[in-house]
């Protein structure tokens, strides 16, 4: 099983970024998937999920109305996209399975906002 997040960066608080997560290794239409972040000195949190055939959506308060979770099951491949974007959105945005204890992840990618 393999994830290879991309499409983070630095971006001004107000700005958008489309993250993708390139998946591998498993019948990934056969999974919920979801995104999730790790700030530093705090704890991973899901961030959005999303059903195996992309309905049955979930995101984090913080997130409602900005982010958008959807999932391309024909090229294995799950998005993310972020619009008026927070300094509190700053994290390594990481993408795995939807579950209370994800088994495998990828090596993620940073999401910094700053002015």
């Known amino acids: 099983v393999q994830f290879v997040e991309s499409g983070g960066g630095l971006v001004q608080p107000g700005g958008s970024l489309r993250l993708s997560c390139a998946a591998s290794g498993f019948a990934f239409s056969n999974y919920a998937m979801a995104w999730y972040r790790q700030a530093p000195g705090k704890e991973r949190e899901l961030v959005a999920g999303?059903?195996?055939?992309?309905?049955?959506?979930n995101y984090a308060d913080s997130v409602k109305g900005r982010f958008t979770i959807s999932r391309d099951n024909v090229n294995n491949t799950l998005y993310l996209q972020m619009n008026s974007l927070k300094p509190e959105d700053t994290a390594v945005y990481y993408c795995?399975?939807?579950?209370?204890?994800?088994?495998?992840w990828g090596q993620g990618t940073q999401v910094t906002v700053s002015s």
């Open positions: 999303i059903g195996s055939v992309g309905g049955h959506t």
């Open positions: 795995s399975t939807r579950s209370t204890k994800p088994d495998y």
